[in-house]
């Protein structure tokens, strides 16, 4: 639970609902109360509540079991599936014979419909219990769900032929039944054990698909969550111990062996490994790490041995970050969910008003009792809410949580909406298009200095410098000359560069400004300028050694980027705080042709502010501090996990990666989720509106109509479960 100066927020586990029906009536009990905004997921079987300091978490608890469900701030395990997989198999058992007997007239003996009736009996109101106990509950509290039509229909069918079998012609031992796809115009002789037992089978198969879909559905959510270590090896003066991950502290060492997981976020004190960071970012490329570098919990160490000092526990880390987004995402509802939940509201009083007027409409036309009693079966047993209840949570449970194994973190369900619609992606360049840290990428000896000589020399002076541009130089010479030597009389001449003595000469690195260069290097420097590049001159006693060429360099994967992003119709703009020449160099490099320039981190708001006025929907892609209100700003905030804290915050979609492809992954994913989503509702919509006529109309048989609506459910999770196959374009 967290907790505001005014607010507190609370997802409670739900248990005894059967259908959407059940989750909104939930959803207006607990709205109900004062100050309270609750959101309930018949997929997830959460309610995710905001509500105000003066409620009790007890009071919440109430307002549920006042509706006929249970609640519990701690989610209990349940295997839903289990259970009615059970059932699933004792009904199919014993409710085969009556199907086969009532569809089969030859096989039908004398007194068949005797034992027959017995079977259906068991299977109507032992493993059916469940549509008929929850029926009951919501008729209690003045309510009808999806169990009402279910049980409503089920028990009409048992007890018409109860009735015929008693004190009709249906309990002669010589009787013959005749099975039909259409509502048969019949006689008290007739008996719908077949449809009472079929129904009954078909729904409570699909319930148990249901289920099961379900579970698969938030596997990878489940998969993130328990990412985590279990226990953990903390050192302390040189003995390692074995203790609860629970009882690690912020601060403290642990061991990380080759194989194991990294138990918690921190900083490597020493050892150096490579680390598979897959789950958490999605990346299939080990990253190397070595002593300063940080590591996230629930990577794998698939190297060396490491000595970690934690920096984030429990709740703060990085996996329980995503963790919570995942789920908050998961918990919400898209502009169209809401509509089907207005619709299903209504939906059921609907249903049992068409189903009354077919009843009385045949009988009205001079059809015979029984067939107008099954017609009206049919219009009930058809007519379940069901699969539009789950045609959002499950497309939005698979979606986020394939998204969570790619390192995209979606916040809420409205942000796919507004992925459709955005146009334009405005990309930070410093940290998001470039790698933000100084390189050295191009070394330009003078006539008769060799390459090692020059970064011998610049290396060994720079050594002493803390600018980002001295330690640019520094790694680049390392790289290639591993041992620099020592120098003497190091001075740092503040804005222009330093010098020190190295074998005996004078040693000059920094400015040209500072060198006597030849026309030759004078002519590179400019093209290096030219292209957005530092150059540093190199000298020793005025003699001049070279040029060496510094500058923040594009990562590998922009161009590509931005070609994807351009693929999905978005305009890219590159913005930036950096000199015009330097942005306009980037935006070639990687195929931009919007730039803009030169801009204060308070003007990015401004900048976005100004492409919205234009008629734009604007993406803002950024890590840094300065980039939060710009991505607040934006319709679409997409914050770079590598970046800060505030900047993640900010966002709509946080990419765990660094990779900018990841930002057109997320998209992609985002408008595949969406379009599932609305593909499944529409099938949904489709399939009540053909399937209603026809049972009214007396042109479906109920036993029928229950396998219908049974595998509706089933094809909407089944068609959200596709999105598990969504892949980046990184694979």
Same mark, same amino acid.
């Given at each position: 639970?967290?907790?505001?100066?005014?607010?507190?927020?609370?997802?409670?586990?739900?248990?005894?609902?059967?259908?959407?029906?059940?989750?909104?009536?939930?959803?207006?009990k607990?709205?109900k109360?004062a100050?309270v905004?609750?959101?309930?997921?018949?997929?997830?079987?959460k309610?995710?509540?905001?509500?105000?300091?003066?409620?009790?978490?007890?009071?919440?608890?109430?307002?549920?079991?006042?509706?006929?469900?249970?609640?519990?701030?701690?989610r209990?395990?349940?295997?839903?599936?289990?259970?009615?997989?059970?059932?699933?198999?004792?009904?199919?058992?014993?409710?085969?014979?009556?199907?086969?007997?009532?569809?089969?007239?030859?096989?039908q003996?004398?007194?068949?419909?005797?034992?027959?009736?017995?079977?259906?009996?068991?299977?109507?109101?032992?493993?059916?219990?469940?549509?008929?106990?929850?029926?009951?509950?919501?008729?209690?509290?003045?309510?009808?769900?999806?169990?009402?039509?279910?049980?409503?229909?089920?028990?009409?069918?048992?007890?018409?032929?109860?009735?015929?079998?008693?004190?009709?012609?249906?309990?002669?031992?010589?009787?013959?039944?005749?099975f039909?796809?259409?509502?048969?115009?019949?006689?008290?002789?007739?008996?719908?054990?077949?449809?009472?037992?079929?129904?009954?089978?078909f729904?409570?198969?699909?319930?148990w698909?249901?289920?099961?879909?379900?579970?698969?559905?938030?596997?990878?959510?489940?998969?993130?969550?328990?990412?985590?270590?279990?226990?953990?090896?903390?050192?302390?003066?040189?003995?390692e111990?074995?203790?609860?991950i629970?009882?690690?502290?912020?601060?403290?060492?642990?061991?990380?062996?080759?194989?194991?997981?990294?138990?918690?976020?921190?900083?490597?004190?020493?050892?150096?490994? &490579?680390?598979?960071?897959?789950? #958490?970012? *999605?990346?299939? !490329?080990? @990253?190397?790490? +070595?002593?300063? %570098?940080? /590591? =996230?919990?629930?990577?794998?160490?698939?190297?060396?041995?490491?000595?970690?000092?934690?920096?984030?526990?429990?709740?703060?880390?990085?996996?329980?970050?995503?963790?919570?987004l995942?789920?908050?995402?998961q918990?919400?509802?898209?502009?169209?969910?809401r509509?089907?939940?207005?619709?299903?509201?209504?939906?059921?009083?609907?249903?049992?008003?068409?189903?009354v007027?077919?009843?009385?409409?045949?009988?009205?036309?001079?059809?015979?009792?029984?067939?107008?009693?099954?017609?009206?079966?049919?219009?009930?047993?058809?007519?379940?809410p069901?699969a539009?209840?789950?045609?959002?949570?499950?497309?939005?449970?698979?979606?986020?949580?394939?998204? &969570?194994?790619?390192?995209?973190? #979606?916040? *809420?369900?409205? !942000?796919? @909406?507004?992925? +459709?619609?955005? %146009?334009? /992606? =405005?990309?930070?360049?410093?940290?998001?298009?470039?790698?933000?840290?100084?390189?050295?990428?191009?070394?330009?000896?003078?006539?008769?200095?060799?390459?090692?000589?020059?970064?011998?020399?610049?290396g060994?002076?720079?050594?002493?410098?803390?600018?980002?541009?001295?330690?640019?130089?520094?790694?680049?010479?390392?790289?290639?000359?591993?041992?620099?030597?020592?120098?003497?009389?190091?001075?740092?001449?503040?804005?222009?560069?330093?010098?020190?003595?190295?074998?005996?000469?004078?040693?000059?690195v920094?400015?040209?400004?500072?060198?006597?260069?030849?026309?030759?290097l004078?002519?590179?420097?400019?093209?290096?300028?030219?292209?957005?590049?530092?150059?540093?001159?190199?000298?020793?006693?005025?003699?001049?050694?070279?040029?060496?060429?510094?500058?923040?360099?594009?990562?590998?994967?922009?161009?590509?980027?931005?070609?994807?992003?351009?693929?999905?119709?978005?305009?890219?703009?590159l913005?930036?705080?950096?000199?015009?020449?330097?942005?306009?160099?980037?935006?070639?490099?990687?195929?931009?042709?919007?730039?803009?320039?030169?801009?204060?981190?308070?003007?990015?708001?401004?900048?976005?502010?100004?492409?919205?006025?234009?008629?734009?929907v604007?993406?803002?892609?950024?890590?840094?501090?300065?980039?939060?209100?710009?991505?607040?700003?934006?319709?679409?905030?997409?914050?770079?996990?590598?970046?800060?804290?505030v900047?993640?915050?900010?966002?709509?979609?946080?990419?765990?990666?660094?990779?900018?492809?990841?930002?057109?992954d997320?998209?992609?994913?985002?408008?595949?989720?969406?379009?599932?989503?609305?593909?499944?509702?529409?099938?949904a919509?489709?399939?009540?509106v053909?399937?209603?006529?026809?049972?009214?109309?007396?042109?479906?048989?109920?036993?029928?109509?229950?396998?219908?609506?049974?595998?509706?459910?089933?094809?909407?999770?089944?068609?959200?479960?596709r999105?598990?196959?969504?892949?980046p374009?990184?694979?």
């Amino acid at each position: 639970m967290t907790t505001t100066e005014t607010t507190h927020r609370v997802e409670l586990a739900i248990s005894g609902m059967t259908c959407a029906s059940c989750a909104n009536r939930i959803e207006r009990k607990l709205n109900k109360l004062a100050g309270v905004t609750a959101s309930v997921n018949y997929a997830t079987e959460k309610a995710s509540v905001e509500f105000p300091a003066g409620t009790a978490v007890a009071d919440l608890v109430s307002a549920v079991e006042a509706a006929g469900y249970a609640a519990s701030p701690e989610r209990p395990e349940e295997d839903h599936a289990g259970e009615l997989g059970e059932r699933v198999a004792v009904a199919a058992f014993l409710g085969a014979p009556v199907v086969v007997l009532s569809m089969v007239p030859a096989w039908q003996f004398p007194g068949w419909q005797w034992p027959a009736l017995a079977l259906a009996t068991a299977v109507v109101w032992v493993c059916g219990w469940p549509f008929h106990r929850a029926a009951a509950v919501n008729a209690r509290h003045g309510a009808s769900t999806m169990d009402t039509l279910v049980s409503m229909g089920v028990v009409v069918a048992y007890l018409w032929s109860l009735y015929a079998l008693v004190f009709g012609e249906a309990g002669a031992l010589g009787m013959r039944h005749e099975f039909s796809f259409l509502p048969r115009p019949s006689t008290t002789g007739d008996i719908y054990l077949e449809v009472a037992v079929g129904v009954t089978v078909f729904l409570l198969l699909g319930r148990w698909l249901e289920a099961r879909s379900k579970r698969r559905a938030g596997s990878a959510l489940r998969a993130l969550l328990e990412l985590g270590a279990k226990d953990v090896g903390v050192l302390a003066d040189g003995v390692e111990t074995r203790v609860p991950i629970g009882q690690l502290r912020v601060g403290q060492h642990f061991v990380v062996r080759p194989g194991e997981r990294i138990a918690t976020d921190g900083v490597v004190v020493s050892g150096a490994s &490579a680390v598979d960071r897959s789950m #958490v970012t *999605g990346e299939s !490329v080990p @990253e190397e790490v +070595r002593a300063g %570098d940080e /590591v =996230v919990g629930g990577t794998v160490n698939a190297g060396g041995r490491l000595v970690v000092a934690a920096s984030r526990v429990g709740r703060d880390t990085q996996l329980a970050h995503m963790a919570r987004l995942v789920e908050r995402a998961q918990s919400g509802k898209a502009e169209a969910q809401r509509l089907a939940d207005r619709v299903s509201a209504v939906f059921v009083p609907v249903v049992l008003a068409v189903a009354v007027l077919t009843l009385v409409g045949w009988l009205l036309a001079g059809r015979p009792l029984e067939f107008a009693v099954t017609a009206a079966v049919a219009v009930l047993v058809i007519a379940c809410p069901c699969a539009l209840g789950l045609a959002t949570p499950t497309a939005l449970l698979v979606g986020t949580g394939r998204g &969570a194994q790619l390192g995209i973190l #979606v916040k *809420g369900p409205e !942000v796919l @909406e507004s992925t +459709r619609r955005v %146009d334009t /992606v =405005v990309l930070d360049k410093t940290g998001t298009v470039t790698t933000g840290r100084l390189d050295l990428v191009d070394v330009i000896p003078a006539d008769g200095v060799t390459r090692a000589e020059l970064l011998t020399v610049a290396g060994a002076v720079e050594q002493g410098s803390e600018h980002p541009v001295a330690a640019a130089v520094v790694r680049g010479a390392r790289a290639e000359v591993p041992v620099l030597p020592e120098v003497a009389e190091f001075a740092n001449r503040e804005g222009l560069g330093v010098t020190a003595v190295l074998d005996g000469r004078r040693v000059t690195v920094g400015r040209l400004s500072l060198v006597d260069l030849p026309d030759a290097l004078l002519d590179r420097a400019e093209r290096e300028q030219r292209r957005g590049r530092t150059v540093v001159a190199v000298a020793a006693d005025d003699r001049p050694l070279g040029l060496l060429s510094v500058t923040d360099a594009v990562k590998p994967t922009s161009a590509r980027a931005v070609r994807e992003l351009r693929a999905l119709g978005l305009r890219p703009v590159l913005l930036t705080g950096d000199h015009r020449v330097v942005a306009e160099a980037v935006a070639a490099e990687v195929g931009i042709d919007e730039v803009v320039a030169g801009v204060l981190p308070a003007e990015k708001v401004e900048v976005v502010r100004r492409l919205q006025a234009e008629g734009r929907v604007v993406a803002m892609v950024g890590d840094g501090v300065n980039d939060a209100p710009a991505l607040a700003t934006a319709d679409l905030g997409l914050a770079l996990g590598t970046g800060t804290d505030v900047a993640i915050e900010a966002g709509d979609l946080t990419l765990v990666r660094g990779d900018l492809r990841a930002a057109a992954d997320a998209i992609r994913l985002s408008r595949r989720t969406l379009r599932t989503i609305k593909g499944n509702l529409f099938w949904a919509f489709a399939y009540n509106v053909a399937g209603l006529p026809l049972a009214a109309l007396g042109l479906l048989n109920p036993m029928l109509a229950g396998a219908a609506m049974a595998f509706s459910s089933v094809f909407v999770v089944t068609n959200s479960l596709r999105l598990r196959g969504f892949r980046p374009s990184t694979s």
